[in-house]
């Protein structure tokens, strides 16, 4: 049984430019969601998409987009890159739940992504 | 304010010590409250779901007190093996979907 993939493992970008991450969820979970972590801090909550929508948005800006394909994999865009964006980023998968319980969220090993 | 709160550490033990370690969350319509492990450079793992009625799994306990809105996790008989960032995590998603907040982590070390 597969866990949550992402690709790439590492990544380096220049200021300005935009990088596209990827996730494969865990097999069969739906729902994925990213997460930006900063060196020492704990994980952030970017975005999260179920059948190929943003569904809940953390306080990131419009720089970070997203998309989720019909087989449930994920995209993480980040456009005009900065310094500040240099973090390991995170793919989450998921069930939604029935009768209002959640499931557990499963993580990839995360891409690190650095800036300079 | 964070939405999850944790003493960041470092609890520096010994092997065989006992350690608690505990988080405060804000938002009182969280809906569900795990322990999450995370080794230096790699993802978080899930390490224990926290329920109500406080449950346990092998050495680790884990508690939630929701009237106080805080999350606890005992370590007993700590292993040189528990060194970890360990990670509160508080889901507020609405409806049935996942919005997981982490607090910062708490570090452990364990000393032989």
């Known amino acids: 049984d597969a866990g949550v993939t992402q690709s790439p493992t590492h990544l380096i970008k220049t200021r300005g430019q935009q990088v596209t991450l990827r996730c494969s969820p865990k097999s069969g979970h739906d729902t994925v969601s990213w997460y930006q972590q900063a060196l020492g801090q704990g994980p952030q909550f970017i975005f999260q998409y179920y059948e190929e929508e943003e569904r809940q948005r953390g306080n990131f800006p419009d720089r970070f987009s997203g998309h989720q394909f019909p087989n449930y994999s994920s995209e993480l865009n980040v456009n005009a890159l900065l310094l500040g964006d240099s973090a390991l980023y995170l793919c989450a998968s998921s069930l939604v739940g029935t009768g209002g319980r959640n499931t557990e969220a499963f993580f990839g090993q995360g891409t690190r992504l650095t800036v300079v | 304010r964070k939405e999850v709160e944790q003493d960041p550490g470092p609890f520096n033990v010994p092997e065989g010590a006992t350690v608690a370690f505990n988080c405060t969350y804000s938002n009182s319509a969280s809906q569900s409250f795990f322990w999450y492990r995370q080794d230096c450079r790699k993802e978080p793992k899930l390490l224990m779901s926290?329920?109500?009625s406080g449950n346990e799994d092998g050495r680790f306990t884990a508690q939630l007190n929701r009237a106080s809105q805080y999350i606890s996790l005992l370590i007993r008989d700590s292993k040189l093996s528990d060194s970890a960032t360990y990670l509160c995590v508080v889901n507020m998603g609405w409806d049935n979907f996942n919005k997981f907040y982490f607090g910062s982590g708490t570090k452990l070390n364990v000393k032989p």
């Open positions: 926290v329920y109500s």
